[in-house]
């Protein structure tokens, strides 16, 4: 079974920039996270959706990010402009969901460097 | 304060040695408890579950004290292969919601 896949798997952007990185979840996972790990901190929780519905986008840090998960497969997160501070490495995780406690998997991560 | 806590270390540690990994957490309403590992440049991957009653894995033994907030992991008989940035990881509310992550403690088992 194919896990979570991320692309692209490094980007290399100017200030001012647009990107949009794409996660693919695993087949049936109606559950997908977006996180991110800036140097020197912990991974931290960007947002949750449901299928396609956002359920929590408590961690999104401001207006330049914008999550969509059509059709509640896959989910692009797109930054613009991009800033400095937005460097990082963004993870994308699915889970099933249900009742009690769903491993949440993680994809490979999108390194992005804003120059 | 940091929701985890974790002594980001690194533990350089000879091959064979046992060692000890701590956590504290500061939501008292945090349900489920993990130890993640993470390799270089790598995705976190989960590494077990941690239980009130403790549980063990193998080389790996993982604690929950709920009254002092605080995990625990255990590693006996270190491998090279246990080289790794391990992060103690806890689920505030149901098992949907998100994940909440330390910092990670950084392992290097040395030949």
């Known amino acids: 079974e194919a896990g979570v896949t991320q692309f692209p798997s490094h980007s290399v952007i100017e200030k001012g920039q647009t990107v949009t990185l794409r996660c693919d979840p695993i087949s049936g996972h109606d559950n997908l996270y977006w996180y991110r790990r800036v140097m020197g901190k912990e991974i931290k929780f960007l947002l949750h959706f449901v299928k396609e519905s956002k359920q929590d986008e408590s961690g999104m840090p401001n207006n330049r990010f914008l999550a969509e998960r059509t059709g509640g497969t896959y989910s692009t997160l797109k930054v613009q402009p991009a800033e400095l501070e937005d460097s990082g490495v963004y993870f994308c995780?699915?889970?099933?969901?249900?009742?009690?406690?769903?491993?949440?998997?993680f994809g490979p991560g999108t390194r992005l460097t804003v120059l | 304060r940091k929701e985890v806590e974790q002594d980001p270390g690194p533990f350089n540690v000879p091959e064979g040695a046992t060692v000890a990994f701590n956590c504290t957490y500061s939501?008292?309403?945090?349900?489920?408890f993990f130890w993640y590992r993470q390799d270089c440049r790598k995705e976190p991957k989960l590494l077990m579950s941690v239980y009130s009653s403790g549980n063990e894995d193998g080389r790996f033994t993982a604690q929950l004290n709920r009254a002092s907030q605080y995990i625990s992991l255990l590693i006996r008989d270190s491998k090279l292969s246990d080289s790794a940035t391990y992060l103690c990881?806890?689920?505030?509310?149901?098992?949907?919601?998100?994940?909440?992550f330390g910092k990670g403690t950084r392992l290097s088992v040395i030949a």
């Open positions: 939501n008292s309403a945090s349900q489920s």
């Open positions: 995780a699915s889970s099933q969901f249900r009742e009690g406690y769903n491993e949440q998997f």
């Open positions: 990881v806890v689920n505030a509310y149901s098992g949907n919601t998100p994940l909440v």
